[in-house]
C-alpha cells in the first residue's frame, strides 16, 4: 500500500560520498524504523523514533545518522559512504512500538 | 544482547507437503511476530502472538507461541506456490521497542 513510501528505489554512489534515503509515511504513526537488509543476516535495526525529535541507537547504527523533524519522515543519512553498507534499506511505521510495523518498497543501495 | 534463531534457513518441498518453520528467542518475550517477503519484495506482517502458549490460524497457516514466550513455530499445511517466499519472526522484548529478527527461512515450492 502507498502509505509508506522510500525514495530512491535504487541507487549507486562512490565510496565516502554523503547519500541520504527518504522515508515518509501518511499513517501519522508515532514509531518509524530503518533496517538494512544483507544475505545471511537477515533484517537489522539501524535506528528508530518514537515521536518526532526522539531517536535511538539499533543494533547496527555506525556509520548512519538520523534525523526526524516531522512525523511523517525518517531520512537516513550515510555521512561517508563505504562499500560495507551495500545493502537493501528498508524504512517501516507502526502506531506504537509494539505493534506491527508496515514496511516500505526498500531501497537497493550499491556503493563503489 | 537479545538474540532469535530461526530454523530451519532454507525449506524446498514439493508442492502439497506441510512445512514447519522455529523461531527460538534466548530471552523471554513480550510478543513475536511474522511476516513474509516474497522474492524481490518487502516484509509483510502476517501475525502477531502475544499469549503464553498462543495458537493462531489463518486458514492454511497455524502460529504457535510457547507456553515460557521464548519460542515459536509457522505451520503451513498442503503448501501452494503461492506460498514461496521468506517467512520472518521477530521477537519483542525488554522495555524498549526493538523488534529482533530472525534470519528467515527461505521456501520454494516445486509444482
Known amino acids: 500500500d502507498a502509505g509508506i513510501t522510500q525514495s530512491p528505489r535504487y541507487k549507486i554512489t562512490e565510496t565516502g560520498r554523503q547519500v541520504t534515503l527518504m522515508c515518509h509515511q501518511t499513517?501519522?504513526?508515532?514509531?518509524m524504523f530503518w533496517y538494512r537488509q544483507d544475505l545471511g543476516h537477515g533484517l537489522r535495526l539501524i535506528y528508530y523514533?518514537?515521536?518526532?525529535?526522539?531517536?535511538d541507537k539499533g543494533e547496527v547504527p555506525d556509520g548512519y545518522v538520523v534525523s526526524r523533524s516531522k512525523t511523517e519522515n525518517f531520512p537516513l543519512t550515510l555521512e561517508s559512504a563505504t562499500r560495507s553498507q551495500t545493502s537493501v534499506y528498508f524504512c517501516?511505521?507502526?502506531?506504537?512500538?509494539?505493534?506491527?510495523?508496515?514496511f516500505g518498497d526498500g531501497t537497493r543501495l550499491s556503493i563503489l | 544482547g537479545q538474540q532469535v534463531m530461526q530454523i530451519p534457513q532454507y525449506q524446498h518441498v514439493q508442492e502439497g507437503e506441510d512445512f514447519t518453520t522455529y523461531c527460538n528467542s534466548s530471552?523471554?518475550?513480550?510478543?513475536i511476530q511474522w511476516y513474509k517477503q516474497r522474492p524481490g519484495g518487502h516484509p509483510v506482517f502476517l501475525i502477531q502472538?502475544?499469549?503464553?502458549?498462543e495458537v493462531k490460524k489463518q486458514k492454511r497457516l497455524t502460529f504457535q507461541f510457547g507456553e515460557a514466550k521464548k519460542n515459536s513455530s509457522l505451520h503451513i499445511t498442503a503448501t501452494q506456490t503461492t506460498d514461496v517466499g521468506t517467512y520472518f519472526c521477530?521477537?519483542?522484548?525488554?522495555?524498549?521497542?526493538?523488534?529482533?529478527f530472525g534470519k528467515g527461512t527461505l521456501l520454494t515450492v516445486n509444482p
Open positions: 521477530a521477537g519483542l522484548g525488554g522495555s524498549n521497542y526493538k523488534l529482533t
Open positions: 530471552t523471554t518475550l513480550s510478543n
Open positions: 517501516a511505521s507502526s502506531p506504537t512500538g509494539n505493534q506491527p510495523q508496515h
Open positions: 499513517w501519522s504513526h508515532s514509531y
Open positions: 502472538l502475544v499469549k503464553s502458549g
Open positions: 523514533s518514537a515521536a518526532a525529535d526522539i531517536t
